[in-house]
């Protein structure tokens, strides 16, 4: 069975794949500039985090080269996996507790005095449901917001293109397939709310 697709999805798209994936279109992952960015990413994390263990605040300039936005104050504690790093933005005095996996093929925004605690995912790429297209490693990413002040509890998902509002607390373990409205409290998988969050 030939690895070569079996249609010529982009016959009339003058687009490069990294063009079609910053776009939010469906793409292949061969573009060389995005293998590069990508390389360069993992080579930044893993400075990071070996930085970080001798002096953490020595180790933020290192942080902020791979993120496309650190706010002021913002903590991550490493190790931290991403895919591309200059796709995502911390807000100011955010916490992110160990091995956050940011799959940054789509923007990943994070706001304010948000809490994100260990082994999170936040993943923006898609893949299609029919079987061909998918063979054909056809894929898209969706973009992820959490407003501010945010709550992500040890090991949520949240999937491909959902915002969680301001002030919205979800349990862990939880996974998060669509949107999340502000000041409220979801858990379970997919994520439903139970009550708000002043209650």
């Known amino acids: 069975m030939s690895d070569e697709p079996t249609t010529d999805y982009f016959a009339d798209d003058p687009r490069t794949n990294r063009e079609r994936m910053l776009a939010g279109d469906l793409y292949i992952a061969d573009d060389p500039d995005s293998q590069r960015i990508s390389r360069r990413a993992i080579r930044l994390a893993d400075a990071y985090h070996r930085a970080f263990v001798a002096d953490a605040e020595a180790a933020r300039p290192l942080l902020e080269q791979l993120l496309g936005e650190l706010g002021e104050d913002a903590f991550v504690r490493p190790p931290l996996f991403v895919d591309y790093g200059e796709n995502i933005r911390i807000g100011a005095r955010t916490f992110v507790n160990f091995n956050l996996t940011a799959l940054d093929v789509a923007a990943i925004t994070i706001g304010e005095d948000c809490q994100i605690g260990p082994n999170v995912q936040l993943l923006t790429p898609t893949h299609p449901v029919e079987p061909q297209p998918r063979r054909d490693k056809l894929e898209a990413a969706k973009p992820i917001v959490l407003g501010d002040n945010v709550w992500l509890g040890g090991g949520v998902i949240v ?14 373990g939880s996974v998060v397939t669509r949107d999340l409205p502000a000041g409220v409290v ?14």
């Open 186 to 199: 979801a858990v379970g998988n997919p994520a439903r709310v139970i009550r708000s969050a002043t209650d």
């Open 159 to 172: 999937c491909p293109g959902v915002t969680i509002g301001d002030d919205t607390v979800v349990g862990a």
